[in-house]
């Protein structure tokens, strides 16, 4: 049977918690929740199915995707955090059967449609479960990557040390099924906040004495900012995880400052390969260490490329990115020292001055060590002259007048920065960061005030 193994292994903890929400749930209540919807889905024949899951962490959107993978099913997992692009997605999948487990009586529906995609023939063909995750789409139109959900979860086999985790990446996310199903295979807990705002955050953690906490750095910072972490108990914390996004120096500083005794560890993966094993060089250094089981890396003129025996089978929706090696090039641009590495940021957001390059984290990391400033995301936009001119976007921690900071700015970077690399434009906006908790490099909605 698919994930045999890990049914097995949450028979041997059926009295302990698996999930808690509103209530606490046992593996003996998930394991009846996964047999109830592997027979709802098995009573309509869906098997081999491409199946979305349209739904949040709880305890029934768990039981629902163990249930179908269990069924040979293809899983699209679609959260709220892209509603924006949830027909396009359905479509884009050829999602066969919607999965809504809140919705009732509604909550498994035919869409009429018949997926053909030659991944999907290759899954059915070898029996087994699959996953499709969709890409940001911040440097084009969303891919939409194929996995051998089966392989993917092979990784988790192996034991290792069980957390109650905190579940903060979302559930169509690699990184928030990472977390998921790395608990859930060594016995540990995953705990649901009431929302992702840090007090929901912090709150949870208090109450049901978290001890491991991924997330993002741009949700760090907002927590440190809000001064939540002040506010509630978070002793219980053993490990926070970061990813998806670079770590400002400064901002890692602040973190281990405020945790001193939580152990801080760097992650790194990608829709397309999965997560590497990672070790920080120590708790407050950017560098990182990847690879393990299997993995792979190279750096070719500062851009790292991956290879992963986790990796997709290729994309519904653009050709393979593999090169004749099974290597992909992530797109991200890093330092290299050894066999550490420092990731700088995604080579799509270079910004061009007239030739010179411009890294965002660069500036970024510059000015957040400003006074007033709390918060900064820098991208380019187009100009006649020199092709691109330096934008920064700031999150001030208290008004200021737009035309005196941006002479204070100046000032502050001159000796600092090369001069095509200080902002020639500054914006002052709260929304930084997306839904998913990610840096909006490009972000002009909802910018108040524009100083150029």
């Known amino acids: 049977m698919i994930l045999d193994w890990l049914l097995d292994r949450m028979a041997q903890r059926t009295d302990r918690p698996a999930v808690i929400e509103a209530s606490v749930c046992s593996y003996a209540t998930l394991i009846e929740g996964v047999s109830r919807w592997a027979k709802a889905f098995a009573d309509r024949g869906i098997a081999g199915r491409v199946v979305s899951l349209e739904a949040e962490y709880g305890i029934e959107a768990i039981a629902a995707m163990i249930g179908a993978a269990v069924g ?115 016995g540990g807990t995953v705990v649901v906040a009431e929302g992702r705002t840090p007090t929901d955050i ?49 901002t890692l500083k602040r973190v281990r400052a405020a945790f001193p005794d939580v152990r801080l560890l760097q992650t790194y993966g990608l829709s397309e390969l999965g997560i590497l094993r990672s070790q920080s060089r120590d708790a407050g250094s950017p560098w990182v260490r990847v690879g393990g089981e299997g993995f792979q890396t190279r750096v070719v003129d500062g851009r790292l490329f991956v290879k992963s025996p986790y990796a997709m089978l290729g994309y519904l929706n653009a050709p393979t990115p593999f090169d004749a090696d099974g290597f992909l090039d992530t797109g991200d641009l890093v330092e290299q020292d050894g066999e550490w590495l420092q990731i700088l940021g995604c080579a799509t957001e270079v910004i061009n001055v007239g030739g010179s390059k411009v890294l965002p984290t660069e500036v970024e990391n510059l000015l957040l060590t400003m006074e007033n400033v709390a918060d900064v995301t820098v991208h380019g936009e187009p100009n006649p002259i020199v092709g691109q001119i330096v934008v920064a976007t700031i999150r001030s921690a208290h008004p200021e007048d737009p035309a005196a900071f941006k002479r204070r700015m100046r000032l502050f970077c001159q000796g600092r920065l090369a001069d095509y690399k200080i902002p020639v434009k500054i914006r002052f906006s709260d929304a930084l960061h997306s839904a998913r908790y990610k840096k909006q490099h490009g972000i002009t909605a909802n910018a108040e005030k524009a100083t150029p």
């Open 202 to 250: 912090c709150r949870a953690i208090e109450t049901h004495r978290v001890e491991l906490l991924p997330t993002s750095p741009t949700f760090l910072n907002l927590l440190l900012l809000s001064e939540e972490h002040r506010r509630y108990d978070l002793s219980s914390l053993r490990l926070i995880t970061y990813g998806a996004e670079p770590m400002p120096a400064h």
């Open 72 to 186: 040979g099913n293809i899983l699209v997992p679609i959260s709220r955090a892209a509603d924006a692009h949830r027909e396009m997605f359905l479509a884009l999948a050829e999602v066969e059967f919607r999965v809504r487990p809140d919705a009732g009586s509604r909550a498994l529906v035919a869409t009429g449609r018949q997926a053909s995609h030659a991944h999907y023939q290759a899954l059915r063909r070898a029996s087994t479960a699959g996953l499709v995750l969709f890409s940001s789409g911040t440097s084009g139109s969303p891919k939409a990557a194929v996995h051998d959900l089966g392989l993917l979860l092979n990784k988790f086999v192996v034991r290792r040390h069980a957390y109650r985790t905190l579940v903060f990446m979302q559930l169509d996310h690699i990184g928030g099924l990472n977390t998921l199903f790395y608990t859930l295979a060594n």
